[in-house]
């Protein structure tokens, strides 16, 4: 496990080599608002200042803007803190995953008992009702699966996504469900389970600011859950002062925005318009993919392709490190600039 944990890998590797584009990582193809300028500007002015300890104003944002109880929040260093802690929670536990699924899971839950669930290739790697079925056999203290999917964009049928609920509900089973890629997904909201969270406290919500705004330099990610012990279990294994004031004045900025939905309104059409330039060009080309629902696109391509981009100064994302996943299988960002083109162009 450790070896292979060693080898895991992410997107965004672009310090060790010469790369002018880089669609390994997933962000907003829509570009950072421009409230963030004002809001790092204002981080700048706080920097001979600790942060405020527990991110206190942050996280009461945060709850107004979704009619939580700020005590219902947790703030990290990125989404991936939030895993890691929650993963330190319950180690030696038995955790499900279904895979392919994002590698951090594996890392953050390393000292967990970790079943897998292998989705089939040939229904698309998508989530079925056969979850609800190795929930029944593994009986797990966890179940953990992201909305969409990554590294395959795709969303879970909504009416299986309350099934999942009520399945873990039933059974003692925590729901840790990360929605990082949500809001730029095709109906993404109309999808998720935050409006769940508040009857259900088996529901652990995991949000990525960095993705949904195109900030993944800043580190801002959250998670809402109704149970109020858990929340504090969380909170008391972070670093007192895990958010930066620089995340702290860019999440206060995004999450009192009045244009914030316009914002993510606009960014979801411009994913939609340039994924689906991506995909028409991937299926004329031959090459298998798996259709998305949000920013990035798997597809199944031979080395040469990888190679040939590299020497073209554009970086993707290899997934030879995803489990589950057999062959040479790639994943995409959607980009709404020259990157783009340059992919398309040597396909």
């Not at 204002?42 to 200042?49: D, K, L, N, Q, Y």
């Not at 949904?212 to 149970?227: E, H, K, N, Q």
């Not at 009045?258 to 090459?287: F, M, Q």
């Not at 696109?297 to 997934?319: H, P, Q, S, T, W």
Request: net charge negative.
């Amino acid at each position: 496990m450790h070896d292979r944990i060693k080898g895991l890998q992410h997107g965004g590797n672009i310090y060790d080599r010469d790369i002018r584009h880089d669609l390994s990582v997933n962000i907003n193809p829509a570009g950072m608002p421009d409230i963030i300028s004002d809001a790092l500007r204002r981080g700048e002015e706080r920097i001979g200042c600790y942060p405020e300890y527990g991110a206190v104003g942050l996280r009461r944002n945060i709850g107004e803007c979704f009619c939580f109880d700020p005590d219902n929040i947790v703030c990290g260093n990125g989404a991936s803190e939030i895993l890691s802690v929650l993963g330190r929670l319950y180690e030696d536990r038995k955790v499900l995953i279904p895979v392919p699924s994002f590698v951090g899971y594996e890392r953050a839950f390393a000292g967990a008992d970790i079943e897998y669930l292998y989705l089939d290739q040939k229904r698309d790697f998508a989530v079925t009702d056969s979850l609800l079925d190795e929930i029944d056999r593994v009986r797990p203290e966890v179940l953990l699966i992201g909305n969409p999917n990554n590294p395959t964009g795709k969303l879970i049928d909504r009416e299986l996504l309350l099934r999942l609920v009520g399945k873990c509900r039933d059974n003692d089973c925590r729901l840790i469900i990360d929605e990082s890629f949500i809001e730029l997904a095709d109906g993404g909201e109309s999808n998720s389970i935050i409006n769940e969270v508040r009857e259900n406290e088996c529901i652990v919500l995991i949000r990525s600011v960095t993705k949904s705004f195109a900030v993944p330099g800043v580190r801002l990610g959250y998670m809402i859950c109704t149970d109020d012990s858990l929340c504090d279990r969380v909170r008391s294994l972070l670093p007192e002062w895990n958010i930066s004031v620089f995340a702290d004045e860019t999440g206060k900025a995004i999450f009192t925005w009045s244009g914030r939905e316009e914002y993510l309104k606009r960014s979801e059409e411009t994913v939609r318009v340039h994924r689906n330039r991506i995909e028409n060009a991937l299926a004329e080309k031959g090459y298998r993919y798996i259709r998305s629902d949000c920013n990035y696109v798997m597809f199944e391509a031979d080395v040469e392709l990888y190679d040939r981009l590299l020497k073209n100064g554009l970086l993707i994302r290899r997934c030879p490190d995803y489990r589950g996943l057999q062959g040479n299988w790639y994943r995409v960002a959607v980009s709404a600039d020259s990157a783009c083109i340059v992919f398309l162009r040597s396909l």
